[in-house]
């Protein structure tokens, strides 16, 4: 088990706070230049193909390697972010708006909303007058003009969002079902519209705002780029953290 950051932009932290996100999707990288993927269950044919399902923990029980990729280099190169058990701490866009420096606390507010986070510091009590992990954190942290604080900065002690990983897997992203675009937190006002191609359409879209113009090509919903598929579940803050 190892303890990571995750990111989540606003809208995705309210979906996890709602209860409506328990997945997530993250591009392999460097995206397999081969075929990757596996035959079909059953099938004596060593013709590659890309599957229509995603591969048995991680990449399948079935899944076979072309010639010109080791099992070597799929280990190293393609090593997924997370793992089964991991514990994540989410990264949000955040502030501290507010510091007491005799009672070595500061207060941090979320922009997704929710109640506010009280951190006490250690070292900071009334009896004492070493503030010295309560000044570090104020100094560096502080928004002095009430300014949102980027998610990529928030640092550990700061996360109020604990997740446990639960599962891990690999599949083309439009090979998503649409019981997965619902743990994906991807609302619509009309689900079953279309035989649900309108919560399709709503997560391709989602998807594409997250990549970058120049990089749809290559991993846009159209491209369909092999991503990781991470399920997780809400947790504790593990003791000691």
């Not at 998503?176 to 675009?181: A, D, G």
Request: hydrophobic content about 35%.
């Amino acid at each position: 088990m190892a303890i990571k950051p995750i990111l989540f932009n606003t809208e995705m932290v309210r979906a996890i706070l709602d209860g409506r996100k328990t997945c997530t999707r993250r591009l392999v990288k460097p995206q397999p230049k081969s075929k990757l993927c596996y035959t079909f269950a059953g099938s004596d044919s060593n013709t590659w193909c890309y599957p229509n399902r995603t591969a048995h923990e991680i990449w399948g029980e079935e899944f076979k390697l072309p010639n010109d990729i080791t099992e070597e280099e799929l280990s190293k190169r393609w090593n997924p972010p997370y793992h089964t058990d991991d514990i994540l701490y989410v990264r949000e866009t955040w502030q501290c708006w507010r510091a007491h420096r005799y009672e070595a606390t500061a207060d941090i507010r979320f922009r997704a909303g929710g109640d506010d986070v009280r951190l006490q510091f250690a070292n900071g009590n009334t009896d004492s007058i070493d503030r010295l992990d309560y000044d570090t954190f104020v100094h560096k942290w502080f928004s002095h003009n009430r300014e949102w604080k980027p998610s990529l900065f928030m640092p550990k002690v700061a996360a109020r969002i604990w997740l446990k990983v639960t599962d891990v897997r690999v599949e083309r992203l439009q090979d998503i079902t649409s019981e997965q675009i619902s743990r994906e937190g991807v609302e619509v006002e009309y689900p079953h519209v279309l035989n649900g191609e309108e919560k399709r359409y709503a997560f391709s879209t989602l998807w594409n705002s997250t990549i970058k113009k120049s990089d749809l090509d290559r991993y846009g919903w159209n491209a369909s780029p092999w991503v990781w598929v991470i399920e997780f579940e809400r947790c504790e803050k593990p003791e000691g953290v």
